[in-house]
Protein backbone atom coordinates (compact mmCIF):
# COMPACT_ATOMS: atom_id res chain seq x y z
CA UNK A 1 0.00 0.00 0.00
CA UNK A 2 1.25 3.79 -0.26
CA UNK A 3 1.32 3.61 3.65
CA UNK A 4 3.85 0.98 3.66
CA UNK A 5 7.58 1.51 4.64
CA UNK A 6 8.82 0.08 2.16
CA UNK A 7 6.79 2.50 -0.10
CA UNK A 8 7.35 5.64 1.48
CA UNK A 9 9.24 5.55 4.83
CA UNK A 10 8.47 8.86 6.18
CA UNK A 11 4.91 8.96 5.26
CA UNK A 12 4.57 5.06 7.33
CA UNK A 13 6.23 6.65 10.09
CA UNK A 14 3.75 10.10 10.29
CA UNK A 15 1.04 7.67 10.02
CA UNK A 16 2.26 5.61 12.85
CA UNK A 17 2.49 8.63 14.81
CA UNK A 18 -0.99 9.59 14.35
CA UNK A 19 -2.02 5.77 15.37
CA UNK A 20 0.15 5.84 18.10
CA UNK A 21 -1.50 9.87 19.67
CA UNK A 22 -5.34 8.78 18.97
CA UNK A 23 -4.46 5.84 20.73
CA UNK A 24 -2.77 7.84 23.60
CA UNK A 25 -5.94 10.15 23.41
CA UNK A 26 -8.70 7.33 23.70
CA UNK A 27 -7.35 5.18 26.75
CA UNK A 28 -5.38 2.60 24.69
CA UNK A 29 -1.71 3.85 26.06
CA UNK A 30 -0.40 6.11 28.55
CA UNK A 31 1.69 8.74 28.16
CA UNK A 32 4.84 7.23 28.84
CA UNK A 33 3.99 4.06 26.75
CA UNK A 34 3.33 6.66 23.92
CA UNK A 35 6.49 8.77 24.73
CA UNK A 36 8.70 5.60 24.22
CA UNK A 37 6.53 4.70 21.09
CA UNK A 38 7.39 7.64 19.41
CA UNK A 39 10.90 8.46 20.42
CA UNK A 40 12.32 6.86 17.15
CA UNK A 41 11.58 5.28 14.11
CA UNK A 42 12.24 1.28 14.11
CA UNK A 43 14.74 0.61 11.40
CA UNK A 44 13.62 -1.59 8.75
CA UNK A 45 15.37 -5.09 8.60
CA UNK A 46 17.58 -5.80 5.93
CA UNK A 47 15.33 -7.54 3.50
CA UNK A 48 12.74 -4.89 3.83
CA UNK A 49 15.93 -2.23 2.89
CA UNK A 50 16.55 -4.21 -0.46
CA UNK A 51 13.22 -4.79 -1.34
CA UNK A 52 14.14 -8.07 -1.95
CA UNK A 53 12.13 -10.38 -4.15
CA UNK A 54 10.01 -7.02 -4.65
CA UNK A 55 9.96 -7.71 -8.49
CA UNK A 56 8.62 -10.92 -8.03
CA UNK A 57 6.25 -9.56 -5.54
CA UNK A 58 4.80 -7.01 -8.03
CA UNK A 59 4.57 -9.64 -10.54
CA UNK A 60 2.36 -12.04 -8.09
CA UNK A 61 -0.02 -9.40 -7.10
CA UNK A 62 -0.25 -8.17 -10.55
CA UNK A 63 -0.93 -11.54 -11.77
CA UNK A 64 -3.97 -12.57 -9.02
CA UNK A 65 -7.48 -11.16 -9.24
CA UNK A 66 -7.13 -7.48 -8.01
CA UNK A 67 -9.94 -7.60 -5.49
CA UNK A 68 -8.00 -10.90 -3.42
CA UNK A 69 -4.52 -9.35 -3.93
CA UNK A 70 -4.10 -5.05 -4.80
CA UNK A 71 -7.60 -3.85 -3.03
CA UNK A 72 -8.67 -6.41 -0.75
CA UNK A 73 -9.40 -5.41 2.83
CA UNK A 74 -9.37 -9.07 4.40
CA UNK A 75 -6.33 -10.37 6.00
CA UNK A 76 -5.02 -12.68 2.94
CA UNK A 77 -2.29 -15.47 3.02
CA UNK A 78 0.02 -15.85 -0.32
CA UNK A 79 2.14 -18.49 -0.48
CA UNK A 80 4.68 -18.22 -3.71
CA UNK A 81 7.53 -20.66 -5.49
CA UNK A 82 9.77 -17.60 -4.51
CA UNK A 83 13.00 -18.87 -3.06
CA UNK A 84 14.82 -16.02 -1.51
CA UNK A 85 18.24 -17.87 -1.81
CA UNK A 86 18.10 -17.88 -5.29
CA UNK A 87 17.08 -14.00 -5.49
CA UNK A 88 19.60 -13.03 -3.62
CA UNK A 89 22.44 -14.89 -5.90
CA UNK A 90 20.72 -13.62 -8.61
CA UNK A 91 20.85 -10.26 -7.48
CA UNK A 92 24.48 -10.69 -5.98
CA UNK A 93 25.67 -11.79 -9.59
CA UNK A 94 24.21 -8.63 -11.17
CA UNK A 95 25.75 -6.35 -8.95
CA UNK A 96 29.00 -7.92 -9.11
CA UNK A 97 28.92 -7.75 -12.70
CA UNK A 98 28.70 -4.25 -13.22
CA UNK A 99 30.78 -3.20 -10.68
CA UNK A 100 33.69 -5.43 -12.43
CA UNK A 101 32.89 -5.69 -15.92
CA UNK A 102 30.79 -2.31 -16.42
CA UNK A 103 31.73 1.16 -16.70
CA UNK A 104 30.97 3.87 -13.91
CA UNK A 105 28.35 5.21 -14.39
CA UNK A 106 26.45 3.03 -16.96
CA UNK A 107 22.92 3.70 -17.98
CA UNK A 108 22.87 0.11 -19.11
CA UNK A 109 20.37 -2.03 -17.40
CA UNK A 110 19.31 -5.75 -17.05
CA UNK A 111 17.38 -8.73 -16.38
CA UNK A 112 17.21 -12.18 -14.32
CA UNK A 113 14.47 -14.82 -14.79
CA UNK A 114 14.65 -17.78 -13.41
CA UNK A 115 12.45 -20.53 -12.98
CA UNK A 116 11.87 -24.84 -13.01
CA UNK A 117 11.07 -26.64 -15.94
CA UNK A 118 7.35 -26.46 -14.94
CA UNK A 119 7.26 -22.42 -14.76
CA UNK A 120 7.43 -21.77 -11.35
CA UNK A 121 9.50 -18.72 -11.01
CA UNK A 122 12.05 -19.04 -8.38
CA UNK A 123 13.37 -15.66 -8.55
CA UNK A 124 13.21 -11.95 -10.82
CA UNK A 125 15.61 -9.27 -11.15
CA UNK A 126 13.24 -6.40 -13.45
CA UNK A 127 16.59 -4.25 -13.42
CA UNK A 128 19.39 -2.91 -11.26
CA UNK A 129 17.75 -1.03 -8.51
CA UNK A 130 15.62 -2.12 -5.99
CA UNK A 131 12.24 -1.38 -6.88
CA UNK A 132 9.69 0.68 -5.64
CA UNK A 133 5.70 -0.76 -6.06
CA UNK A 134 4.45 -0.51 -9.34
CA UNK A 135 8.25 0.29 -10.70
CA UNK A 136 8.87 -0.62 -14.11
CA UNK A 137 9.91 -4.53 -14.36
CA UNK A 138 12.17 -5.26 -17.53
CA UNK A 139 11.59 -8.94 -17.07
CA UNK A 140 8.03 -9.09 -17.36
CA UNK A 141 7.31 -5.96 -18.99
CA UNK A 142 10.19 -4.90 -21.86
CA UNK A 143 9.39 -5.93 -25.04
CA UNK A 144 12.27 -6.60 -26.79
CA UNK A 145 14.33 -8.31 -29.98
CA UNK A 146 15.41 -11.51 -29.11
CA UNK A 147 18.09 -12.06 -31.79
CA UNK A 148 19.55 -15.55 -32.33
CA UNK A 149 18.52 -16.49 -28.74
CA UNK A 150 15.15 -17.04 -30.95
CA UNK A 151 17.29 -19.78 -33.26
CA UNK A 152 16.29 -22.41 -30.89
CA UNK A 153 12.76 -22.43 -32.11
CA UNK A 154 13.64 -22.54 -35.56
CA UNK A 155 15.52 -26.18 -34.99
CA UNK A 156 13.26 -27.72 -32.67
CA UNK A 157 10.49 -27.58 -35.68
CA UNK A 158 12.88 -29.06 -38.12
CA UNK A 159 13.69 -31.69 -35.80
CA UNK A 160 10.08 -32.79 -34.79
CA UNK A 161 9.68 -32.69 -38.63
CA UNK A 162 12.45 -35.48 -38.81
CA UNK A 163 15.51 -33.63 -39.28
CA UNK A 164 18.46 -34.37 -37.09
CA UNK A 165 21.38 -33.07 -34.73
CA UNK A 166 23.54 -34.23 -37.31
CA UNK A 167 21.47 -33.80 -40.70
CA UNK A 168 23.74 -30.92 -43.27
CA UNK A 169 22.82 -27.91 -44.64
CA UNK A 170 24.85 -25.71 -46.76
CA UNK A 171 25.99 -22.37 -45.37
CA UNK A 172 26.60 -20.38 -48.51
CA UNK A 173 25.67 -17.01 -49.86
CA UNK A 174 22.27 -16.69 -50.86
CA UNK A 175 19.58 -14.30 -51.52
CA UNK A 176 15.69 -14.35 -51.06
CA UNK A 177 13.25 -11.81 -52.83
CA UNK A 178 10.65 -10.23 -50.18
CA UNK A 179 7.90 -9.30 -51.98
CA UNK A 180 7.29 -5.34 -51.21
CA UNK A 181 10.97 -5.14 -50.30
CA UNK A 182 13.33 -6.33 -52.51
CA UNK A 183 16.07 -8.88 -52.52
CA UNK A 184 17.38 -9.77 -48.82
CA UNK A 185 20.60 -11.73 -48.51
CA UNK A 186 21.42 -12.91 -44.98
CA UNK A 187 24.98 -13.25 -43.39
CA UNK A 188 26.84 -14.02 -40.55
CA UNK A 189 27.94 -12.60 -37.97
CA UNK A 190 31.54 -12.64 -38.95
CA UNK A 191 30.39 -12.25 -42.77
CA UNK A 192 32.10 -15.58 -43.52
CA UNK A 193 30.58 -18.85 -44.98
CA UNK A 194 31.89 -22.18 -43.92
CA UNK A 195 30.33 -24.73 -46.56
CA UNK A 196 27.93 -27.52 -45.27
CA UNK A 197 27.99 -27.89 -41.90
CA UNK A 198 25.49 -30.02 -39.07
CA UNK A 199 22.72 -28.59 -37.86
CA UNK A 200 24.67 -29.10 -34.49
CA UNK A 201 27.57 -26.45 -35.76
CA UNK A 202 24.97 -24.07 -37.42
CA UNK A 203 23.32 -23.57 -34.42
CA UNK A 204 26.87 -23.68 -31.96
CA UNK A 205 28.21 -20.86 -34.13
CA UNK A 206 25.04 -19.61 -34.54
CA UNK A 207 24.94 -18.94 -38.14
CA UNK A 208 22.55 -16.92 -39.90
CA UNK A 209 22.53 -18.66 -43.00
CA UNK A 210 21.53 -21.70 -42.37
CA UNK A 211 18.67 -20.81 -40.02
CA UNK A 212 16.91 -18.72 -41.97
CA UNK A 213 17.59 -21.81 -44.86
CA UNK A 214 16.72 -24.32 -42.36
CA UNK A 215 13.50 -21.76 -41.35
CA UNK A 216 12.24 -21.82 -45.41
CA UNK A 217 12.91 -25.29 -45.48
CA UNK A 218 10.57 -26.62 -43.31
CA UNK A 219 7.91 -23.59 -43.23
CA UNK A 220 8.17 -20.41 -41.34
CA UNK A 221 4.55 -20.99 -40.15
CA UNK A 222 5.96 -24.05 -39.29
CA UNK A 223 8.66 -22.13 -36.53
CA UNK A 224 5.89 -19.48 -35.92
CA UNK A 225 3.65 -22.00 -34.21
CA UNK A 226 6.45 -23.62 -32.63
CA UNK A 227 7.37 -20.43 -31.12
CA UNK A 228 3.72 -19.58 -29.91
CA UNK A 229 3.10 -22.77 -28.39
CA UNK A 230 6.27 -22.62 -26.71
CA UNK A 231 5.15 -19.23 -25.51
CA UNK A 232 5.91 -16.39 -27.09
CA UNK A 233 2.88 -14.63 -27.49
CA UNK A 234 4.13 -11.28 -28.84
CA UNK A 235 3.06 -10.85 -32.66
CA UNK A 236 6.26 -12.87 -34.89
CA UNK A 237 7.67 -11.53 -37.84
CA UNK A 238 6.00 -12.97 -40.76
CA UNK A 239 9.04 -12.00 -43.03
CA UNK A 240 12.28 -15.09 -43.50
CA UNK A 241 14.11 -12.53 -40.65
CA UNK A 242 11.85 -14.33 -38.37
CA UNK A 243 14.62 -17.16 -37.60
CA UNK A 244 16.93 -14.53 -36.90
CA UNK A 245 15.16 -12.86 -34.29
CA UNK A 246 13.46 -10.26 -35.45
CA UNK A 247 10.16 -10.49 -33.27
CA UNK A 248 10.28 -9.18 -29.92
CA UNK A 249 9.69 -11.11 -26.90
CA UNK A 250 9.93 -10.16 -22.72
CA UNK A 251 12.76 -12.05 -20.81
CA UNK A 252 9.61 -13.75 -18.71
CA UNK A 253 8.19 -15.32 -21.91
CA UNK A 254 11.73 -16.57 -23.21
CA UNK A 255 12.73 -17.90 -20.05
CA UNK A 256 9.31 -19.63 -20.17
CA UNK A 257 10.06 -21.03 -23.70
CA UNK A 258 13.25 -22.57 -22.49
CA UNK A 259 11.65 -24.37 -19.58
CA UNK A 260 9.65 -26.00 -22.23
CA UNK A 261 12.65 -27.42 -24.09
CA UNK A 262 14.10 -28.63 -20.85
CA UNK A 263 10.57 -30.54 -20.03
CA UNK A 264 11.18 -32.14 -22.70
CA UNK A 265 8.83 -30.06 -25.49
CA UNK A 266 5.77 -29.34 -23.34
CA UNK A 267 5.00 -25.75 -23.34
CA UNK A 268 5.03 -23.98 -19.63
CA UNK A 269 2.81 -20.89 -18.12
CA UNK A 270 5.24 -19.07 -15.71
CA UNK A 271 3.56 -18.96 -12.31
CA UNK A 272 4.47 -17.73 -9.00
CA UNK A 273 1.37 -17.91 -6.89
CA UNK A 274 0.72 -21.46 -5.87
CA UNK A 275 -2.06 -20.62 -3.11
CA UNK A 276 -3.98 -17.60 -1.64
CA UNK A 277 -6.30 -18.80 1.23
CA UNK A 278 -8.05 -15.51 3.65
CA UNK A 279 -6.39 -15.72 7.27
CA UNK A 280 -8.24 -18.53 9.20
CA UNK A 281 -9.72 -20.77 6.40
CA UNK A 282 -8.60 -23.85 5.69
CA UNK A 283 -9.18 -24.28 2.19
CA UNK A 284 -7.71 -21.93 -0.67
CA UNK A 285 -9.41 -20.04 -2.73
CA UNK A 286 -6.86 -20.02 -5.44
CA UNK A 287 -4.02 -22.88 -6.04
CA UNK A 288 -1.59 -24.29 -8.59
CA UNK A 289 0.37 -26.94 -8.34
CA UNK A 290 2.53 -26.54 -11.80
CA UNK A 291 2.83 -24.50 -14.99
CA UNK A 292 3.09 -27.96 -18.41
CA UNK A 293 0.55 -27.70 -20.84
CA UNK A 294 0.32 -29.12 -24.31
CA UNK A 295 2.91 -30.93 -25.70
CA UNK A 296 5.07 -29.23 -28.76
CA UNK A 297 7.59 -31.36 -29.60
CA UNK A 298 8.30 -34.84 -29.51
CA UNK A 299 11.10 -35.73 -26.77
CA UNK A 300 13.02 -36.86 -28.90
CA UNK A 301 13.36 -33.59 -31.07
CA UNK A 302 13.90 -31.97 -27.30
CA UNK A 303 16.80 -34.39 -26.74
CA UNK A 304 18.06 -33.69 -29.70
CA UNK A 305 17.57 -30.45 -29.16
CA UNK A 306 19.44 -29.89 -25.95
CA UNK A 307 22.65 -31.79 -27.19
CA UNK A 308 22.70 -28.73 -29.78
CA UNK A 309 22.24 -26.01 -27.51
CA UNK A 310 25.04 -28.29 -24.73
CA UNK A 311 27.65 -27.59 -27.68
CA UNK A 312 26.84 -23.90 -27.48
CA UNK A 313 27.77 -23.72 -24.03
CA UNK A 314 30.44 -26.55 -24.36
CA UNK A 315 32.68 -25.09 -27.53
CA UNK A 316 30.27 -22.45 -29.17
CA UNK A 317 29.39 -19.07 -28.45
CA UNK A 318 27.90 -19.32 -25.04
CA UNK A 319 31.32 -20.38 -23.49
CA UNK A 320 31.44 -18.12 -20.88
CA UNK A 321 28.06 -19.90 -19.32
CA UNK A 322 30.38 -22.68 -18.72
CA UNK A 323 29.47 -24.56 -15.28
CA UNK A 324 32.46 -26.57 -13.60
CA UNK A 325 31.03 -29.72 -12.72
CA UNK A 326 27.50 -29.42 -14.71
CA UNK A 327 25.97 -30.23 -17.62
CA UNK A 328 24.65 -26.80 -19.36
CA UNK A 329 22.35 -26.09 -22.43
CA UNK A 330 21.43 -22.13 -23.48
CA UNK A 331 22.07 -20.31 -26.86
CA UNK A 332 23.39 -16.26 -26.89
CA UNK A 333 21.50 -13.65 -28.54
CA UNK A 334 22.28 -10.66 -30.02
CA UNK A 335 20.13 -7.79 -31.92
CA UNK A 336 20.82 -5.56 -34.57
CA UNK A 337 23.67 -2.81 -33.52
CA UNK A 338 23.56 -4.50 -30.58
CA UNK A 339 20.73 -3.21 -28.79
CA UNK A 340 19.79 -5.96 -26.68
CA UNK A 341 21.95 -8.84 -25.66
CA UNK A 342 21.04 -12.05 -23.88
CA UNK A 343 21.91 -14.96 -22.72
CA UNK A 344 19.45 -18.15 -21.56
CA UNK A 345 19.90 -21.48 -21.03
CA UNK A 346 19.47 -24.17 -17.82
CA UNK A 347 21.10 -27.24 -15.76
CA UNK A 348 19.13 -29.95 -15.08
CA UNK A 349 18.05 -28.02 -12.05
CA UNK A 350 16.61 -24.39 -13.49
CA UNK A 351 16.27 -22.43 -16.38
CA UNK A 352 17.69 -18.90 -16.37
CA UNK A 353 17.03 -16.33 -18.80
CA UNK A 354 19.39 -12.63 -18.46
CA UNK A 355 18.59 -9.53 -20.65
CA UNK A 356 21.19 -6.54 -20.87
CA UNK A 357 20.89 -3.46 -22.79
CA UNK A 358 19.24 0.30 -22.44
CA UNK A 359 15.47 1.92 -21.80
CA UNK A 360 16.05 4.16 -24.49
CA UNK A 361 17.86 1.53 -27.27
CA UNK A 362 21.14 3.12 -27.37
CA UNK A 363 23.64 0.08 -28.61
CA UNK A 364 25.45 -1.46 -26.07
CA UNK A 365 29.26 -1.06 -26.77
CA UNK A 366 31.25 -3.97 -27.04
CA UNK A 367 28.68 -6.15 -25.20
CA UNK A 368 26.93 -9.51 -27.04
CA UNK A 369 24.95 -12.29 -25.46
CA UNK A 370 28.26 -14.52 -25.23
CA UNK A 371 29.62 -11.74 -23.33
CA UNK A 372 28.29 -10.24 -20.24
CA UNK A 373 24.74 -11.57 -20.40
CA UNK A 374 26.37 -15.18 -20.03
CA UNK A 375 28.93 -13.71 -17.04
CA UNK A 376 25.75 -13.12 -15.12
CA UNK A 377 24.43 -16.34 -15.92
CA UNK A 378 27.86 -17.88 -14.85
CA UNK A 379 27.66 -15.42 -11.48
CA UNK A 380 23.89 -16.66 -10.78
CA UNK A 381 24.06 -19.94 -11.54
CA UNK A 382 27.48 -21.08 -9.92
CA UNK A 383 25.54 -19.59 -6.91
CA UNK A 384 22.49 -21.69 -7.61
CA UNK A 385 24.10 -25.05 -7.99
CA UNK A 386 26.93 -24.68 -5.37
CA UNK A 387 24.86 -27.09 -3.01
CA UNK A 388 22.95 -29.42 -5.55
CA UNK A 389 24.33 -32.64 -7.15
CA UNK A 390 24.90 -32.70 -10.38
CA UNK A 391 22.56 -34.09 -12.47
CA UNK A 392 23.03 -35.02 -16.51
CA UNK A 393 20.45 -33.05 -18.97
CA UNK A 394 17.83 -34.97 -20.78
CA UNK A 395 19.65 -35.12 -23.35
CA UNK A 396 21.43 -37.69 -26.17
CA UNK A 397 25.24 -38.50 -25.91
CA UNK A 398 26.84 -39.02 -28.92
CA UNK A 399 30.05 -40.37 -29.18
CA UNK A 400 31.26 -37.63 -30.75
CA UNK A 401 29.63 -34.23 -31.62
CA UNK A 402 28.99 -34.72 -35.70
CA UNK A 403 31.29 -33.17 -38.34
CA UNK A 404 30.47 -32.20 -42.18
CA UNK A 405 32.15 -35.68 -42.40
CA UNK A 406 30.23 -37.52 -40.23
CA UNK A 407 26.69 -36.16 -41.26
CA UNK A 408 23.20 -37.54 -42.28
CA UNK A 409 22.13 -36.25 -45.32
CA UNK A 410 19.69 -32.88 -45.79
CA UNK A 411 16.03 -35.09 -44.93
CA UNK A 412 13.20 -34.21 -47.79
CA UNK A 413 11.10 -32.44 -45.19
CA UNK A 414 7.66 -31.20 -46.47
CA UNK A 415 6.58 -27.94 -46.62
CA UNK A 416 3.10 -28.90 -44.97
CA UNK A 417 2.46 -27.83 -41.38
CA UNK A 418 2.45 -30.45 -39.01
CA UNK A 419 0.54 -28.45 -36.39
CA UNK A 420 -2.77 -25.46 -37.11
CA UNK A 421 -0.20 -23.17 -38.14
CA UNK A 422 -1.29 -18.83 -37.57
CA UNK A 423 -0.88 -16.76 -40.17
CA UNK A 424 -2.16 -16.44 -44.22
CA UNK A 425 0.94 -18.11 -45.64
CA UNK A 426 0.50 -21.02 -43.45
CA UNK A 427 -3.21 -21.28 -44.59
CA UNK A 428 -2.01 -20.87 -48.12
CA UNK A 429 0.79 -23.77 -47.72
CA UNK A 430 -2.24 -25.99 -46.07
CA UNK A 431 -4.21 -25.34 -49.23
CA UNK A 432 -0.97 -26.04 -51.79
CA UNK A 433 -0.67 -29.50 -49.80
CA UNK A 434 -4.32 -30.28 -50.41
CA UNK A 435 -4.31 -29.29 -54.30
CA UNK A 436 -0.74 -30.98 -54.63
CA UNK A 437 0.32 -27.45 -55.43
CA UNK A 438 3.80 -27.37 -53.97
CA UNK A 439 7.20 -25.14 -54.54
Not at 337 to 347: E, I
Not at 350 to 379: F, S
Amino acid sequence: SSLAPTANYQRSWDRALTVIRLMREQGYIDAAEAAVASAAPPPLGNAASARAGGFVADWVMASGPSFLTRDTTEDVIIRTTFDQDIQTAAEAALARVFETKVSEGSAAQAAIVVMDADGAVRAMVGGRKAPLPGDFNRATMARRQTGSSFKPFVYAAALDLGWRYDSLIEDAPFCMNIPGSGEWCPTNYDHKTRGWVTLTDALRKSLNIPAVKLSEAVGRENVRTVAEMFGIQSDLAAGPALALGASESTLLEMTGAYAGILNGGSSVTPYGLVELKLLGDDAPLMEQAGGIGERVISPQAAEQLIYMMSRVVEDGSGHRARLEGFEVAGKTGTTTAARDAWFLGFTADYVTGVWMGYDDNTPLKGVTGGGLPAEIWHETMQQVQALLPARPLPMIHPEAPPTAATGSPTPATPRSPTRTPSGEDGLLDVLKNILGLQG
